[in-house]
Nanobody, 123 residues
């Protein structure tokens, strides 16, 4: 059974950092793309970052470039999202999702989703 489990969210002050984890079960990360999306109250779900585990290609939304870093650990079957210099506008529920091979910015292109983890940036 394919399952994605996110962890690492929480409350952090502006300027702080968090590292989110997305652990994959029931499949290996080889030849998959893993994306992080986020959804704030009243807003559409938006893509944050993606990594294609087959070739290591990464992509980032303009709003997080230079602050967020996506990485993978194939041995642990886990993808990470390191978030630095967090801003109040980064507050959202963060989801990881997977699809075969290549990244896509469209949520509908993803086959499996995690349950989400809340990130709140506030003083």
């Amino acid at each position: 059974q394919v399952q994605l489990v996110e962890s690492g969210g929480g409350l952090v002050q502006p300027g702080g950092s968090l590292r989110l984890s997305c652990a994959a079960f029931g499949f290996t990360l080889d030849h998959s793309a893993i994306s992080w999306f986020r959804q704030a109250p009243g807003k559409e779900r938006e893509g944050v970052s993606c990594i294609s585990t087959s070739d290591g290609t990464t992509s980032y939304a303009d709003s997080v470039k230079g602050r967020f870093t996506i990485s993978r650990d194939n041995a642990k079957n886990t993808v990470y999202l390191r978030m630095n210099s967090l801003k109040p506008e980064d507050t959202a529920v963060y989801y990881c999702a997977t699809r075969p091979l290549s990244c896509s910015s469209w949520p509908s292109h993803y086959d499996y989703w995690g349950q989400g983890t809340q990130v709140t940036v506030s003083s």
